[in-house]
């Protein structure tokens, strides 16, 4: 599978620490390889947008949606951006 950038998902990153930037990096190149890995721990969201999240630490997700051979990335933080996926 491919990851997409959003825009928003940038700048969300872009605000983190570097810490979990790295943590980040990691977890998503886990998505990409495989996205059952135990430690993404993903789950659908209750969301009619077919939303998903994911983990990246233990107190920081990531959302993403799946358009055919493409994960969006939607947004990236701690789980306050579970609110507005």
Known sequence: MKL?????FVHDYR???QRIQEA????LELLSAD?????LNIKKMN??????EGRVT?????????EGELYLLR?????DILRAP
């Open 4 to 8: 997409v950038f959003t825009k928003s």
């Open 15 to 17: 605000r983190l620490p």
């Open 24 to 27: 980040a990096d990691k977890q």
């Open 35 to 39: 996205q059952n890995h135990p430690s």
């Open 47 to 52: 969301d009619p947008m077919e939303i998903w």
């Open 58 to 66: 233990r107190g920081y997700r990531f959302t993403f949606q799946i």
């Open 75 to 79: 947004r990236l933080g701690t789980h």
